[in-house]
Antibody
């Protein structure tokens, strides 16, 4: 079964750090771009970060740039999100998602086809 | 940055109704638009990618259309399991791939 499973969430004080993990199984991990998406309580989906299949290219939302670092270990089929200088507004459920793409001729069309159940990050003193 | 706006933000409908949800981008994104469904307490699930391609396993009552700046998600005949929140997402350029604010579909 193709799946991704997040872990590492918890309670952290403002200004603190936390590392999330996302373990993948059922597919060739090193072939896929991976994404983090978060959802604050009662709010919509917010795109956080992405990493290319070989880990060589990373992307971040402006809201987390300079504070979060995405990485992956293709030998362990695991994605990470190192979160630092955490703020109350970072409190959310964090989802890991597999990125897919199809060739539309002029460029690739990207989407997220497999999502984990999420891990909850609470930022509070 | 590309901003995505959905309308309406919430919608009440009955089983069997035909429902449309609109998503608008603040610049042309060609057909680089995806739709997701999210039920309470659950992860999002992909419904439609590249504006009109149905993800495997998704019922054919779901369809997507549009290109450029205006897109529509249509549910041809609402079923009880379709009551959820729906999000559009653009993937026109490199990430971040912004989402719309969501449309909550409720039972009338």
């Amino acid at each position: 079964e193709v799946q991704v499973v997040e872990s590492g969430g918890g309670l952290v004080q403002p200004g603190g750090s936390l590392r999330l993990s996302c373990a993948a199984s059922g597919f060739t991990f090193s072939d896929y771009t991976l994404h983090w998406v978060r959802q604050a309580p009662g709010k919509g989906l917010e795109y956080v970060s992405a990493i290319s299949s070989n880990g060589g290219t990373t992307y971040y939302a402006d809201s987390v740039k300079g504070r979060f670092t995405i990485s992956r270990d293709n030998s362990k089929n695991t994605l990470y999100l190192q979160m630092g200088s955490l703020r109350v507004e970072d409190m959310a459920v964090y989802y890991c998602a597999r990125g897919c793409r199809i060739d539309r001729g002029s460029r690739w069309s990207h989407y997220m086809d497999v999502w984990g159940k999420g891990t909850t990050v609470t930022v509070s003193s | 940055d590309i901003q995505m706006t959905q309308s309406p933000s919430s919608l009440s409908a009955s089983v069997g109704d035909r429902v449309t949800i609109t998503c608008r981008a603040n610049q042309s994104i060609s057909s680089y638009l995806n739709w997701y469904q999210q039920k309470p307490g659950k992860a999002p699930q992909l419904l439609i990618y590249a504006a009109s391609s149905l993800q495997g396993g998704v019922p054919s009552r779901f369809s997507g259309s549009g290109s450029g700046t205006d897109f529509i998600l249509t549910i041809s005949s609402l079923q009880p399991e379709d009551f959820a929140t729906y999000y559009c997402q653009q993937s026109y350029t490199t990430p971040p791939y912004s989402f719309g604010q969501g449309t909550k579909l409720e039972i009338k």
